[in-house]
């Protein structure tokens, strides 16, 4: 799958190579992911809050619908499904991480979470247990409940990219400018160490 920036949405067989779908949107794609099972396809772009997710394989519009974020020109940086396919987690340039129940669909987030309405959140990611993984501009690493409510905060510049170990909600790993991967280990209060120190090996 690949997002670009003139709106252009494809998703690309790797068995063949070959462009199975496309679609071109009215602003530039700035997250593109597919549920844990595979059935869906959510989209979120610059400038517009509206989050978009297909039906796979037939790549037709399932739902449409506003993140809940600030403003309806928000961009959303990531979003994310949870493991159980019933949920969605975005995160956006105003500073919100916001949740909504997808299946059923739900008219209304289920929790609006702002950090920082100042900055950027840049990256957000489910555990397996609901948690959800941050950072942002406010160059903070964090963990959300599965509620909502902050449970442990690191300070960590540069910060692009988060994930947690898998099938874990105790370990989270952010991807930094300084070309190392940082590990927030929430079993010592959050502790920051270095898990990858960059180079070549």
Same mark, same amino acid.
């Given at each position: 799958?690949?997002? +670009?920036?003139?709106?252009? &949405?494809?998703?690309?067989?790797?068995?063949?190579?070959?462009?199975?779908?496309?679609?071109? &949107?009215?602003?530039?794609?700035?997250?593109?992911?597919?549920?844990?099972?595979?059935?869906?396809?959510?989209?979120?772009?610059?400038?517009?809050?509206?989050?978009?997710?297909?039906?796979?394989? #037939?790549?037709?519009?399932?739902?449409?619908?506003?993140?809940?974020?600030? #403003?309806?020109?928000?961009?959303?940086?990531?979003?994310?499904?949870? @493991?159980?396919?019933?949920?969605?987690?975005?995160?956006? #340039?105003?500073?919100?991480?916001?949740?909504?129940?997808?299946?059923?669909?739900?008219?209304?987030? %289920?929790?609006?979470? +702002?950090?920082?309405?100042?900055?950027?959140?840049?990256?957000?990611?489910?555990?397996?247990?609901?948690?959800?993984?941050?950072?942002?501009?406010?160059?903070?690493? *964090?963990?959300?409940?599965?509620?909502?409510?902050?449970?442990?905060?690191?300070?960590?510049?540069?910060?692009?990219?988060?994930?947690? *170990?898998? @099938?874990?909600?105790?370990? &989270?790993?952010? +991807?930094?400018?300084?070309?190392?991967?940082?590990?927030?280990?929430?079993?010592?209060?959050?502790?920051?160490?270095?898990?990858?120190?960059?180079? %070549?090996?």
């Amino acid at each position: 799958m690949t997002a +670009a920036a003139s709106g252009k &949405l494809s998703v690309i067989s790797f068995a063949t190579s070959n462009v199975v779908w496309s679609d071109t &949107l009215s602003n530039d794609v700035y997250t593109a992911k597919f549920s844990k099972n595979g059935n869906w396809l959510g989209v979120g772009q610059m400038g517009s809050d509206t989050i978009r997710i297909y039906n796979v394989p #037939s790549f037709t519009l399932n739902m449409s619908f506003s993140a809940g974020h600030a #403003s309806s020109s928000t961009t959303i940086n990531e979003l994310d499904f949870s @493991y159980d396919n019933t949920k969605i987690v975005t995160c956006g #340039s105003d500073g919100y991480v916001n949740q909504r129940t997808i299946s059923p669909f739900s008219a209304t987030t %289920d929790w609006r979470t +702002a950090i920082d309405n100042t900055k950027s959140i840049v990256s957000c990611k489910y555990a397996s247990s609901g948690k959800v993984g941050i950072s942002g501009t406010d160059n903070n690493m *964090r963990i959300l409940r599965s509620w909502g409510s902050i449970q442990s905060t690191q300070s960590k510049n540069g910060v692009k990219d988060v994930d947690f *170990r898998a @099938y874990s909600d105790v370990f &989270l790993y952010g +991807a930094c400018t300084d070309n190392k991967l940082y590990e927030m280990d929430t079993t010592s209060g959050g502790a920051i160490r270095t898990a990858y120190n960059g180079g %070549d090996e």
